[in-house]
Nanobody, 124 residues
Framework: QVQLVESGGGLVQAGDSLRLSCAAS????????MGWFRQAPGKEREFVVV????????YYADSVKGRFTISRDNPKNTLYLQMDSLKPEDTAVYYC?????????????????WGQGTQVTVSS
């Protein structure tokens, strides 16, 4: 199993930046595809980005492409999400997730392990 703990959320103004962190423990972090999802009140959980294991490709949702950057530090077992040029519509609880599956990775149901989430609020 993998345990995930997010941090770094907060209240910022539109145009500001935040960096979220996701600390992993348990099984080898590098053996999983890692994703970030978000969920706003009253909405379904939404795909943000996935980072494929072992130096594979990265795929972003159109809504965040060019503004968000995912990275991972395998020796530190930590996943990051750098969020720049934040918009009010980015307001949500952000979750990191891990999966051993290899397909349909934009679907949150494909992920086995989840953190507790961290709140990001962007004011206009």
């Amino acid at each position: 199993q993998v345990q995930l703990v997010e941090s770094g959320g907060g209240l910022v103004q539109a145009g500001d930046s935040l960096r979220l962190s996701c600390a992993a423990s348990g099984r080898t972090f590098s053996g999983y595809d890692m994703g970030w999802f978000r969920q706003a009140p009253g909405k379904e959980r939404e795909f943000v980005v996935v980072d494929r294991r072992s130096g594979g490709s990265t795929y972003y949702a159109d809504s965040v492409k060019g503004r968000f950057t995912i990275s991972r530090d395998n020796p530190k077992n930590t996943l990051y999400l750098q969020m720049d040029s934040l918009k009010p519509e980015d307001t949500a609880v952000y979750y990191c997730a891990a999966t051993s599956r290899r397909s349909f990775l934009t679907n949150w149901r494909q992920y086995d392990y989840w953190g507790q989430g961290t709140q990001v609020t962007v004011s206009s």
